[in-house]
């Protein structure tokens, strides 16, 4: 069996009691003595302090189940106070299916373990059957732990779609953390996998969400597919693309800059909101001068007044720490002569808001036509074509 930090993903259609964080699920892995997909068989009657259930496993993913049904206790935060559920009320009803993450106590009975100062039950439901894991969802066969919980994700997700909503369909965002963090636990591939299964889905909603955990993730394959199906999306989901390409993007430094490129080229037609300003935060990524100038330039077109600024911002940049080379010193140009810093450059930093956009548009456009070929031949490069040039 694979590691435990494997397979403890932030799961959908789980009862757990921990924070709904990657590292709270770690946590939980490492101190699970007995995680089970399994059903309630018996509600018994409760006292004033504990909440007891039984459940009968169906797979085990962690430990020993020994004899069935696995007999657990939960105790109370107090004798007035309710254990908090999301979801129907706590404790479940005979027959809900959930996947358990157990502790053993000195009686041979399991508990969940306990979120941190807390006594919580997070419960999710499928919205078709009420149930955490509903009774018609069969487990694939031949799938390891990791694999069989993030399918259970993908199901989740599906259970409760019923077209786009403004505040994300229930179970959207497990599923994105679920692939999303992956990687932290070694299952990177494992994820890969189900994003794959997502772009070449037929509902174009779980297309547009493995676009969205592709980009999370750099996958190139999600990567590839930007310039032809981004402005297919949904806007909220676009939006959340082009957030993760500004938060999460790890830049190829061969390939990143081509990818930028093709992106601001494809939005010009396409006028995905904030995406020029998502951009511009990713031109951050790229080495200061001869690679991200040239990107800088193409987004002195853009309609959105941040990107422009932005860009703005990556001339001034070169020109406080370029030498009398024209090169960008790791020290800075402290003690050294600046080649293009001026008066001039810094009134056009990009930062003072009493500059209109489309003046520092102006400037940095005939500043870049004017030092273009000084800039590149410091550095080594070549002028980029016409198309490039943000002309």
Known sequence: MKSIKKFLLPLVGLILTAPVQAAGILELADEADLIVLGKTVEVPNNSAKTVKLSVAPEIVLKGNAGAS?????????????????????????????????????????????????????????????????????????????????????????????????????????????????????????????????????GPSNERALGLLIGVRMSYDPALDRLTSELDQVDERVSAGIARSLQYHLDIDPVRGPA???????????????????????????????????????????????????RAASKFYGYTRLAGEDGKVSASGSKGRSRLFDDGRTRAYAGHDKDVPSAALAEFWKQWWIDNQAAVLKATGETPRPKSSQGR
């Open 69 to 201: 049904p696995v007999q657990m206790v939960f105790l109370k935060p107090d004798p007035t106070r309710l254990i908090r559920s999301f979801g129907p009320s706590f404790p479940p009803q005979p027959g809900t299916r959930g996947f358990w993450f157990l502790k053993r106590l000195e009686g041979g009975e399991y508990t969940a373990i306990p979120r941190a100062g807390q006594t919580e039950i997070l419960t999710l439901y499928h919205k078709q059957s009420g149930l955490p894991v509903p009774n018609y969802w069969v487990p694939p066969v031949g799938l390891s732990p990791v694999e069989l919980l993030l399918e259970s994700t993908v199901e989740f997700y599906r259970s409760n779609y019923d077209g786009p909503e403004p505040g994300g369909t229930k179970g959207e965002n497990w599923l994105i953390q679920s692939l999303a963090y992956a990687h932290l636990y070694g299952a990177r591939e494992e994820a890969l996998n189900v994003v794959d299964r997502l772009l070449h889905a």
């Open 259 to 309: 990818l930028i490129e093709s992106l601001i080229l494809f939005n010009r037609q396409a006028r995905i909101p904030y995406l020029d300003t998502a951009l511009a935060v990713t031109l951050n990524k790229l080495p200061l001068g001869e690679v991200r100038l040239p990107l800088a330039a193409l987004l002195l077109d853009s309609p959105e007044e941040d990107a422009v600024r």
